[in-house]
């Protein structure tokens, strides 16, 4: 089972911060995810929402903020809200990362950093825009893409492997054995998002997922590793 810590471990820091993901890394998550989303002046930062309103101490639309401006923020705890390089220095040899592309116009500078850094095998792009993810195979057919649903749409598992990816994520609420069934006859990973309490987490174990992603590693931990 393949367990992932969303956006670091969300209910227990600051979500996509440093201090988040080195929770998830110290309760020992296979994957972590975190969002991109891009500022005024171009730079990609770790934001899920469209605005930075209830994750940081300001108010408007990231990409109103310049890089520097949303730097100023507090994030919580004291923590700034990181850069993809530093998302991507923290997990470097620890950590697989998926990297959920917000908005359009990320998936290009996204995979130019993860080359820069020599990162490629340890990062999955996913977003629920399957355009954004022919993008990223667009520009470099070696990399590893993930499709994401919110809730089960026909041929699912037909889509994800068309696009060349290696896993699909569905949200937990929808999940079944027939998804699971279809996504295991097309080679694919299946994931469930994000169950987060112990009941629906061994509710996902039953019906056959590959991986789940949780809000709450520390249940994940005590449920697949302890």
């Not at 998830?24 to 989303?37: K, N, Q």
């Not at 002046?41 to 990409?63: C, F, N, Q, Y």
Request: hydrophobic share 45%; with cysteine.
């Amino acid at each position: 089972m393949l367990i992932v810590g969303h956006r670091g471990a969300a209910a227990l820091e600051p979500e996509n911060t440093l201090l988040s993901f080195e929770r998830g890394i110290a309760l020992g998550m296979d994957y972590l995810e975190t969002d991109v989303r891009l500022t005024r002046d171009g730079r990609l930062i770790l934001m899920h929402d469209e605005k930075v309103d209830r994750t940081t101490s300001g108010a408007g639309p990231v990409s109103e903020f310049s890089f520097d401006e949303i730097r100023a923020l507090d994030a919580g705890k004291g923590q700034q809200v990181p850069s993809l390089e530093e998302a991507l220095e923290a997990i470097r040899g620890r950590v697989q990362l998926l990297l959920e592309l917000k908005g359009p116009g990320t998936a290009a500078p996204a995979v130019e950093t993860v080359k820069r850094l020599g990162v490629q095998g340890e990062v999955v792009f996913t977003c629920f825009v399957m355009d954004r993810l022919r993008e990223v195979k667009a520009l470099d057919s070696s990399l590893r893409v993930g499709a994401i649903f919110g809730r089960a749409e026909p041929e699912m598992a037909e889509t994800a492997a068309a696009l060349g990816a290696e896993a699909f994520g569905l949200n937990y609420r929808h999940m079944s054995l027939h998804a699971v069934a279809e996504a295991h006859k097309q080679g694919l990973i299946i994931r469930a998002w994000n169950p987060d309490t112990e009941a629906e987490i061994r509710a996902m174990a039953g019906l056959g997922v590959d991986g789940v992603s949780s809000n709450r590693p520390d249940l994940l931990a005590r449920v697949f590793r302890e």
